[in-house]
Nanobody, 120 residues
Framework: QVQLVESGGGLVQAGGSLRLSCAAS?????????VGWFRQAPGKEREFVGR????????YYADSAKGRFTITRDNAKNTVYLQLNSLQPEDTGVYYC????????????WGQGTQVTVSS
């Protein structure tokens, strides 16, 4: 069984920081898998934030995330983190983690999401 559980969201003032966690279980933590972070703002489509490969730690970010957000992983805990710095109101939304095989273009498994709200 594959399960992803996000946590760490909350309310923060502009300029603040949060660290989101994505705890993976089952086949989600396979070494060759890629864990992606996405977000969805109210009334907008879900957008890609960044991703990390379990075994190599290689990361890739959307332009909107570069320089402010950092993805890391703790293999021993089967957990991927998304560090959010210098948050702005436009970063408000539900943040999701998802997993896919490195050979697949589609993220097959998704967490339930965690709400991030940034006040001005």
């Amino acid at each position: 069984q594959v399960q992803l559980v996000e946590s760490g969201g909350g309310l923060v003032q502009a300029g603040g920081s949060l660290r989101l966690s994505c705890a993976a279980s089952g086949r989600a933590s396979s070494p060759t898998n890629i864990v992606g972070w996405f977000r969805q703002a109210p009334g907008k489509e879900r957008e890609f934030v960044g991703r990390i490969t379990w075994n190599t730690g290689y990361t890739y970010y959307a332009d909107s995330a570069k320089g402010r957000f950092t993805i890391t992983r703790d293999n021993a805990k089967n957990t991927v983190y998304l560090q959010l710095n210098s948050l702005q109101p436009e970063d408000t939304g539900v943040y999701y983690c998802a997993v896919k095989s490195s050979l697949s273009p589609v993220y097959n498994y998704w967490g339930q999401g965690t709400q991030v709200t940034v006040s001005s």
